[in-house]
Every structure is written in C-alpha cells, then in structure tokens.
C-alpha cells in the first residue's frame, strides 16, 4: 500500500492595499481558485526529491544534511529550518512532485503557495508537536518567507492564502475579519511582464518608512493609521520631495481600504462603488508609486472600455497582472479585450477556500 500526500494551496487577489501590509496597514485580498499542488510519496531514502514540473527544474533535499547557508529565495530548505522547533524534523525522503496553475511571478503569488502547501505537507508527512491552524500556518510562512529572508513584503499573502476566501487583515497583530458578501465577478489579465518583487518591495518600503520617520520628528505622536486625506498637506511639509508621492499614496490609499471596508460591512456592497474605489487605488499605484508599466495601463483602459467596474495591477508591480471587476455578464467581452490589449492570457476567478493538505492511500 503507498500513501500519497496531497498538499495544495491558492493563489490571491488583493483589492485594496497593496503596498500597505509592511507599513502594518490593513489589506482586502481573496484566495482565488488558482492552485499550486504538492504530491509526494515516500521513496524509501533519505531524500526529498523535488519535481517543479512547471519549470522544468529538480530539487534535492537531503533530510540528514546538516548544511547551514541557505541562499536567498529558498523557501523550502528555510521552511524547514523554521518547523524544526516545533518538532517537524524529516526522518524518511519523499518524491515530490509540484504542479499548477497560478502564474509564475504574475503577482498572484505563485511563491507564497509553493511556501505554503510545502509547510502542509512537511507538517502531514513528519508531525508537529502543537496545534495547527491556519493563522498558524500563515505565520510559519511569514517567518519563512519575510522574517528568515531579510525580506520587506508584509504578511497579506501569507494568510490570504492561508484562510481563504475574502478577508479584512488587521497586519499590526494579524487578526482578520471573513467578509463573505458578494462583490461582483472578477478577471484576470496577465501581461507577460516579469515583476521585479524584491526590488521594488525593498525601494518602496524604504521611501515609505524614511517618510514616516521624518514626520515623527515634528510630530511625535504621528500614526499613519490615523491620518486622514484631508490632514495630507499639513504632513506633507515635513517630508522629502522625493518621498512626497509615496508618502501621499500611503496615506490616500489606507483611505481608500477603510472606505471599502465600510462598503463591503454594508448587506448589498455595490460593485460600482468598489470598482471605482479600485480605480482610485490604481491611480495611486500608478502615479505616484510609478510600478504600472504601459502595457498594464493598456489592459486596465481595455477593460473599462469593455464595461467594467473597476481594474487596478495586482501585487508589487512593475508587470504581473490587473484585476478588473463587473457587475454584468460580461466576462467574456473583459477576456477578449485583455487579449486584444496584448495580455498572454485572461481567465475569470472566484473566491477559493484556503490551502488544504490530505493523505491517501492506494
């Protein structure tokens, strides 16, 4: 009899917030029914023999190596190192294989479910001595990812994907709010673009907190989650010419998540509102965070000429992909348009559970 771990994980959206989470601002993001899966079977050694089937690329983990270095980006040789004091420690190797079909640096974190459903599965194939859930899981992939890695994203992905479906993340403390209200269908345009997310992460998490720290010197008591659009000038004052823009969309664009927040908390969200918040999000994005290129602008405008709500680029920029959001059955005239803008490929989504692991046997 062999057993076969199945470990999967989603992709996600984020609606509103995107370069907040690392300033410890709140996010809007859904888990998407686009999946990374992991299956493995024990191979009767001491290695975790990897397959990334979509790449085309191998992997050999030695459960017995006592390397110490881990280079930047492996994810998977560092997830074990976190889970080992917890009690997760290999004792027999696996075939791995890794498959899906999320895109690969599209900004519908691809990276964060490998992460993820490769925690799964090291938790359901060796063990861990305490209670697994999954905010629990999401942290693991936090520390992973952010925390082991020197890295400056903040934790949206991470539990987005992790919890599923649509939620409101408080990323000071982490806790969340399940919004289960319809909002309208949603499509994905992919440019084709690589995403520079290290790079562009790290200068714009910088400029963001240089900002901040300069207008704690004439106001000590400055909160950027308190600050309101209206008070942006008398901050503006204290702060860099060079870091006015980004300053201006940190403020403009928690703004904008607390405002959608109030539209979602209502018993009928209107699409219409949401999509034009998205807008003014992409603007933010656009103008003065600078990371949407002019393909991505040419996707976003095909969309509101094909009718819908709102569209704005998803994840750090620079490429990767736009969200556009309709309230109308049409789907199919968003797709064709994306395409027709040069997009390489346009899918709708919906919401999707969180990431799961099982164990069969056969």
């Excluded at 900002?211 to 204290?238: G, H, M, T, W």
């Amino acid at each position: 009899m062999t057993e076969t771990i199945t470990s999967q994980a989603p992709g996600r959206i984020c609606l509103f917030g995107d370069h907040q989470d690392y300033l410890e601002l709140p996010i809007i993001a859904c888990a998407v029914d686009r999946r990374l899966r992991i299956n493995a079977t024990p191979n009767g050694t001491n290695q975790l023999l990897i397959q990334m089937l979509d790449l085309n690329k191998k992997e050999c983990i030695a459960i017995d190596s006592k390397e110490t270095v881990i280079q930047k980006g492996d994810f998977l040789r560092t997830a074990l190192k976190v889970l080992k004091p917890h009690g997760c420690i290999p004792t027999k190797g696996y075939d791995i294989e890794v498959q899906g079909n999320i895109p690969i640096n599209a900004g519908l974190s691809s990276s964060t479910a490998l992460t993820i459903a490769w925690i799964q599965f090291l938790i359901e194939a060796f063990g861990i001595n305490t209670e697994v859930t999954p905010s629990w899981i999401a942290q693991r992939a936090y520390e992973t990812e952010v925390l082991e890695q020197g890295s400056s994203g903040g934790s949206m992905d991470q539990y987005a994907i992790a919890v599923g479906k649509l939620i409101y993340l408080n990323t000071v403390d982490n806790s969340f709010v399940r919004i289960s209200k319809p909002i309208g269908q949603l499509v994905v345009g992919v440019s084709g673009i690589a995403k520079d997310t290290f790079g562009t992460l790290a200068y714009l998490k910088d400029h963001a907190l240089n900002a901040i720290a300069q207008v704690k010197k004439v106001f000590p008591d400055f909160e950027i989650a308190e600050v309101k659009s209206i008070d942006l000038d008398r901050y503006l004052n204290c702060v860099d010419f060079e870091l006015k823009a980004v300053f201006t969309a940190a403020v403009i664009n928690h703004s904008i998540t607390k405002e959608a927040k109030i539209e979602l908390d209502k018993s009928n969200p209107d699409p219409i509102v949401l999509g034009d918040l998205m807008n003014q999000h992409h603007e933010q994005l656009q103008m003065n965070l600078k990371i949407s290129p002019p393909k991505i602008e040419a996707m976003i405008e095909a969309t509101m000429e094909a009718g819908a709500c709102g569209a704005k680029i998803v994840g750090s920029g620079g490429g990767g992909c736009i969200v556009a959001m309709t309230n109308k059955n049409n789907t199919g005239e968003l797709i064709h348009a994306l395409k027709k803008a040069g997009a390489v490929d346009a899918f709708v989504v919906t919401q999707s559970n969180g990431s799961s692991v099982n164990t069969t046997a056969s």
